[in-house]
């Protein structure tokens, strides 16, 4: 084998938490969304690549990228909360698989309203002003784009963690994932709170796709494998842990971005083989807990 | 309702008993209707197209249907199968039953590999693991390109003679040859499908379905027979995959792709998951659609993920398990 320098190696390795960022981003707003109204959101990868175009769209019409960067996780946060009024909401209290079928039927019209108003060609956006170029991170320089990328996805952990643990919305969160019914019962109008958590979800799907997009591009077709790769991630993680979305997404980067510098040809395939080895050793997700969805 | 007057729905009289018929006769109700296809459609092209897609959501409800478990990886299967039966003719010149004997072969193959992993979970997450490991396999076909031809497909699979016993020559590439090639596969697999449903096997799967708990107080392995289903399910689907890979003389890299896993769920649900024929009929009225939409827009998605979502909202059982219900009524 090559041997290959330590600075190289440790780059790559930031290299791949800053994948491993978006995929956070992703995977806190799957889970968020199973932690508490047992949806597996499938259309998560069709609000990723909505969240793009919406910030072309505003880009287009003469707003900045860091303008667009608040209004468009309000934007696909607000779409995701006419979907929960509207099309999951009768769906509860049906077998779990329904609510999965209606987003992934809506998955297909979200992306083909996308090519209708934005056409099939992918569009480049370009890195803002301020984030081009490369800044020395002590073993070599590095886009300092992909600097921020790491930054904001801890900001947004940070939040949702004070969010979660230090205020009263978070407590009534958190008893609601444990259980609705006596939430219900002690006077929380409990389908609100999902109807926000809906939202909160894929606001987060929305932003992490407008990040990823100076990076790639937007592509209609850009959530499929990144859909794939989410839910490599939840499951690397553990279904519902935030904690585990977190550990698990940046796991995912590095790992995607070591193997494309040791071995490219298997760098698509490895994330899966990772996920093939936590199902055979720890069926449950490293920070999941065994029984319930485990057979 | 008896003693009261009767009841005012409008009843078609003489169909209830056909239905009753249909449900006890199942797969030679099905063969008729795979006699009758070519007739009713408008082309044998299309024909054929609807027997190769409706055995693959047969294989495919054969899993979601009566065992309850929802996949989204069956294009692994599909694929898996039609790779097989693609690489048999293209690479090595191979006689058409040989090229549709490792059909169902190759997908069983590629089922057991991704059920060991995927049959450790369940619910939802089955749904997860399995559409992750069809994307994988859909890289490794990607990437495969001496065996299939990478991005541009596995061109050349033209089979151009059928050599039945008897010195019996028939030309492969003439279509009503092909759609008879594929329907008598097809309906063997359907006869297939149907025994295995009222074996033993079938009741434990049913039972895994209804209460797991229960089944597993009864005994019953439940990974060995989830595991078993797949298998199953993946040798139907990689026959159909087969069958495919013959009709359409190509084996394009879509084959493996999300929205060929996606297209058997839809299938199965706009047909009918709880009635054996439902997938047949999903198959039949999805394509149908799809070319009757094509002539007025290109943006078939649309309309087939908006008639998807009413079918899960509304129609929950379907088409076919929508008229069958209403007639037995």
Redesign the interface.
Known sequence: MVDYPLDLLALQVFAGLALGAVYVLLALGLSLI?GMLGV?NFAHGALFALGAYVGVFLLGTGWNFWAALVAVPLAVGAAGLLVERF?VR??YGRP???P???T??????V???I??VFGKQPEPVETPELLAGAVFIGVGYFPLYRVFLIGVAALVVLALWLLLERTRWGLILRAGARDPTILRVLGVDVGRVWLLVFGLGTGLAGLAGWLAAPLQGAAPEMG??V??EA??V??VGG?GSLLGAVVAGLLVGVTYSMTSLLAP?MA??SI??L??VV??LR?QGLFGRPGG??? | MSGTAAPTRARLPGLAPLAEWGMRHRVFGTWLALAALPLLLPSTALATSVVAYGLYALGFNLLFGWGGLLSFGHAALLGGGAYATGIAIAHYGAPWWAAIGVAPVAGAGVAFLMGVLAVRTRGIYFAMVTLALSQCAYHVAYQAVGWTGGENGLRGVNLREVALPFGMVLDGLDPRVRYGLVAVAAGLAVAAVSRVLDSPFGAALAALRENEARARACGYDVRAVRLLAFVLSGAVCGLAGGLLAIHLSVVPVETMHYATSGLAVMLAILGGMHSFFGPFAGAAAFLLLESAVARWTEHWPLVAGTVFMLCVLFFREGIWGTLVGWLRR
């Open positions: 199973f597996v099309l009768p769906l779990v698989d329904d999965l079928l209606l992934f039927g809506l998955a297909y019209v992306v083909e309203a090519r209708i499929v494998p859909l794939a839910f490599v939840t499951v279904m040809e698509k395939v899966f083989a996920m093939a199902l055979l069926p969805l485990m057979a």
